[in-house]
């Protein structure tokens, strides 16, 4: 697992929780139902005023009918008029109902979050690093345990393998341009042991050893473990985008490794399938690349 501290894109889902949502539904079904009923009162108010004033204007053409023709012309004006009413007063029920009750509900549901959602302003400074910060950061994790991290300066690099090279996956290509548009920091190694147990209070890992790399955490782990660090740090933490890892793990190279093509040199700078005796070993015992990363090949996988 390997970490980036830099400035998320979009909201924290925290902050765009849903609660009230089963409320809200409740409302607009309620209102959908109101709108029915409503057009078929209407519907039904509107024919009988229609069907009354036929038989009025019908009794009217007859002799001696005047009478019967306003009684019934009376009737239908007061349905129809009836009918408006209602539906005027279904309308401002339906109104009141969803402006009223309602926005008091979005209030409290934007407040409840808020408390557990880091503040959008804290992520944006001084975590999004510019070009000219700094080199290297080192956060503090408490206990004695530190996180060293480097800077990854913006550029462009080719993404994925070509057809021709030897174990190429149809999911690494086809080889496309990537511009990594704002520099970021990358944590030197994988996240080890003693640094996910000093954020997370635990250690899933089945290999143990504080100086191994933490493994057999899920992605929603690894989602928390970033979370609970900001908590910690108040430096804005993700996971790196596949992009991201793989313009660092490339460093500026454009072969199989980041230190050439010849596997023959693998041993020196990971631990493999060949070497690792079916084990993860201690962090950063190997080569690290052009930029300082540490285990990008081998060990445990990102
Ligand atoms: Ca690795």
Redesign the pocket.
Known sequence: M?TAPVVPTGPSPDATGAPGTAKTAGLAVASLVAGILGLCTAGLGGIAGVILGIFALRKIGRSGGALRGRGLAIAGLIVSVCTVLVWMLAAVVVGVLLLGPESKLMEKDVARPKAAAPPADARLSPAAPTAAAPAELTLDLGGGVTMKMVLIRPGKFVMGSPDSEEGHQRNEGPQHEVTISKPFYMGVT?VTQAQYEAVMGTNPSHFRGPTN?VETVSWIDATEFCRKLFEKTRQAVRLPTEAEWEYACRAGTRTAYSFGDDPVALGEH??WAGNSDKTTHSVGQKKPNAWGLY????????
Do not use: S
Not at 297 to 302: D, F, Q, S
């Open positions: 390997t994988e790399p990971a631990w285990d990008m090949h081998g060990n445990v996988r990102e």
